[in-house]
């Protein structure tokens, strides 16, 4: 038989689902723009424009790591129009 596919809404652990530990995972720009469905470059003008809220957390090699919950609350927020602080 074949393995799941692993397609959308599917979760490959058996560990029971924890939002605020996914959140705070940390994600390269190009997971963290397929995640918020924009661009690397806008992520990359999010962490430079607002780095208060959206800080390199980490970097692995050079490559910046953001928090996923960062990215979260910076793309929700420029949705809605809301002021972030820039520093």
Same mark, same amino acid.
């Given at each position: 038989s074949a393995p799941p596919s692993g397609g959308a809404g599917s979760r490959e652990s058996s560990t029971p689902h924890n939002a605020q530990e996914?959140?705070?995972? %940390?994600?390269?720009?190009? *997971? @963290?723009?397929? %995640?918020?469905?924009?661009? *690397? @470059?806008?992520?990359r003008r999010w962490a430079k424009s607002y780095p208060a809220a959206m800080p390199v957390r980490a970097r692995d090699h050079g490559r910046p790591l953001y928090r996923l919950g960062d990215v979260v609350e910076v793309e929700y927020a420029t949705r809605k129009g809301a002021r972030l602080r820039a520093s």
């Open positions: 996914d959140l705070d995972a %940390l994600v390269f720009t190009d *997971e @963290a723009a397929k %995640l918020a469905n924009v661009s *690397e @470059a806008r992520i």
